[in-house]
């Protein structure tokens, strides 16, 4: 109850309270931003209360965490481009979101050489510019002057996380991941890694386009699940070598996840993540003869067989898999992938898809609402194990003193997916069409409104950068 006599700001009655540990029927009280009680019955308070919500039939979920997004910061040309797939993450359910700011995400040439340089920079430009809160991950490239002094020093400013990519022109080198991995883990931070082995694809790939195999379908079949897997066995050999924590990104194929679940079982502090792309659309994709279609689903890895989707939702329920991200690209078909349409070479067309709206649909739609996963195991999958993993102490949780970014949720609601429904920067969705349960309704930051009974609350600005912990946990 309000010990200062007035009344909480925000007082949610009725819904259905889901965490990772269970679900009950409770009030959920908010005060300054912050969840202030969780009690069956908080009924005491609704007259002094600022404003009261009726949730019943609603399920009152953490917001998701998305941990893996490519987001792009705004231009000249694109000035809402970054708050706009802030807001679209926010009608997705999502009230924290880490970018990359690898090149192509709008970074500058100075952020590709400086660690440093590229986290001042992201914080500049897109300060005041989102509806969620939001942190970085710097990608630390193959290219830059000094690849890892810079480490410690980010760490201990709130950016307890950097990615590495094994492949694409700006790949880190083996011995440089290894010395990223031991870095960080030794000073609370935790590195990210793209498995994928580039002797392997660079060959493939190579003799795809020597054969006149240049079409956007070429581009999954240069790169296989070994090459996926082996990679992943090696950097599994490089955490315990190292003793350091390692999360493996958009994991997408049941060999990765084996080599994943062994060395977690003997140790190994690592933890995966797939996709929801992975876990919905299969490799048959690839067979659409229009190269124009398939670049929509030009990814890395690519999509996989049905065996591989079905392997990968076993383990997430089975906890072999700890979350569930988007690895969004707002790629568009006329702009970026409007190579494909030209008969441009598969290699010379981006890799990505966007996500970022779609998460909670596709994990509670196909995931939840078809028995695969429960409602608490969705909730650790997309917020609690990923808050906790990547230092944001304050989210991914209903409980007294956690941030209060809540999602309004109607589970028994049927829609099917339609861009033209959608508010991502991007022209298309990849999954058009799809049939999934579950709504999302409101969607509140820190106790504020962003959505409100599936309309924007125009709160450009409310999400701050998050200043983090230590990562690993
Ligand atoms: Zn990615």
């Not at 994991?251 to 003997?266: D, G, I, N, Y």
């Not at 956690?402 to 022209?427: G, K, N, Y």
Request: glycine share 10%.
């Amino acid at each position: 109850m309000a010990v200062d006599g007035t009344g909480p700001d925000l007082l949610i009655r009725g819904g259905t309270v889901v965490t990772a540990a269970g679900s009950r029927r409770a009030d959920v009280s908010v005060r300054g931003g912050a969840i202030d009680l969780v009690e069956d019955d908080l009924g005491a308070m609704a007259a002094t209360a600022r404003e009261v919500l009726d949730a019943t039939g609603l399920l009152v979920l953490p917001g998701c965490v998305d941990v893996h997004t490519h987001t792009r910061v705004a231009s000249d040309d694109e000035p809402d481009r970054f708050y706009q797939d802030s807001l679209a993450a926010a009608f997705g359910g999502t009230t924290t979101f880490l970018a990359f700011n690898n090149p192509g995400t709008g970074s500058s040439p100075a952020a590709h050489r400086s660690i440093r340089a590229g986290v001042d920079e992201f914080r500049r430009v897109t300060a005041n510019d989102s509806a969620v809160d939001f942190a970085l991950s710097p990608a630390i490239l193959g290219g830059m002057d000094d690849r890892l002094s810079e480490l410690p020093a980010m760490v201990d400013a709130g950016v307890p996380t950097a990615k590495a990519f094994m492949v694409f022109d700006f790949r880190l080198p083996a011995p440089s991941i290894f010395e990223a991995l031991r870095i960080l883990g030794e000073r609370g931070g935790m590195l990210e890694v793209h498995c994928e082995d580039p002797v392997l694809i660079d060959a493939a790939v190579a003799s795809a386009l020597q054969h006149g195999d240049t079409s956007p379908r070429h581009h999954a079949a240069t790169r296989s699940v070994e090459a996926e897997a082996v990679a992943t066995h090696r950097v599994m050999a490089f955490a315990r070598a190292t003793e350091a924590p390692v999360h493996v990104v958009h994991l997408s194929c049941a060999a990765a996840m084996r080599h994943l679940a062994e060395a977690r079982a003997t140790g190994v502090r690592a933890t995966g993540e797939t996709c929801p792309h992975y876990l919905a659309l299969t490799e048959a994709r690839y067979d659409e003869p229009d190269p124009v279609e398939c670049a929509k689903s030009m990814i890395s890895p690519p999509l996989r067989p049905a065996a591989d989707r079905d392997a990968l939702w076993a383990g997430l329920a089975a906890g072999d898999l700890s979350l569930v991200a988007t690895d969004h690209v707002a790629d568009r078909v006329a702009v970026e992938k409007g190579g494909a349409a030209r008969g441009i070479p598969f290699d010379r067309i981006s890799n990505g898809a966007p996500g970022i709206e779609t998460l909670l649909s596709i994990v509670y739609g196909l995931g939840v609402a078809t028995g695969r996963i429960s409602r608490e195991r969705m909730v650790d999958l997309v917020a609690t194990t990923p808050a906790r993993r990547f230092g944001l102490a304050r989210k991914g949780a209903i409980e007294p003193g956690r941030d209060a970014d809540l999602v309004l949720f109607d589970p028994e609601a049927r829609r099917t997916i339609r861009q033209a429904d959608l508010h991502h920067t991007s022209d298309y969705t990849p999954y058009e069409g799809v049939e999934v349960t579950g709504a999302v309704r409101s969607v509140f930051v820190r106790g504020r409104a962003v959505v409100r009974d599936g309309r924007a609350t125009d709160d450009r600005g409310w999400g701050r950068f998050v200043e983090r912990g230590s990562a690993g946990g």
